[in-house]
């Protein structure tokens, strides 16, 4: 069964950073692309940004210039580096590389707040 957990959300000030894990398991073929969601509280989910199988990377107008996806594929992880990190990144973010096709994981909680 194929899993997403991610980790290393926490609560920080603004302008500072944290660094999400995902980590891939399952049975599925490998490498694959892998989105990053989140949700803040009343919203809707939205997509934070993408990270190809070969490597190439796009993230949304609000991340830009903040926020970097990255993987390393021998250990099943993709990452997202936060930087700037401001009031309204306050969400739970979570990894999916399709959420028509796989189920989501428990989510990690960044709060951003003095």
């Known amino acids: 069964q194929v899993q997403f957990v991610e980790s290393g959300g926490d609560l920080v000030q603004p302008g500072g950073s944290l660094r999400l894990s995902c980590a891939v398991s399952?049975?599925?073929?490998?490498?694959?692309?892998m989105f990053w969601f989140r949700q803040a509280p009343g919203k809707e989910r939205e997509r934070v940004g993408f990270?190809?199988?070969?490597?190439?990377?796009s993230v949304a107008d609000f991340a830009a210039g903040r926020f970097t996806i990255s993987r390393v594929d021998r250990n099943n992880m993709v990452y997202l580096e936060m930087t700037d990190l401001k009031p309204e990144d306050t969400a739970i973010y979570y990894c999916?590389?399709?959420?028509?096709?796989?189920?989501w994981g428990q989510g990690t909680q960044v709060t951003v707040s003095s």
């Open positions: 399952g049975s599925f073929q490998r490498p694959i692309g």
């Open positions: 999916n590389p399709d959420p028509r096709n796989y189920p």
């Open positions: 990270i190809t199988k070969g490597g190439t990377r």
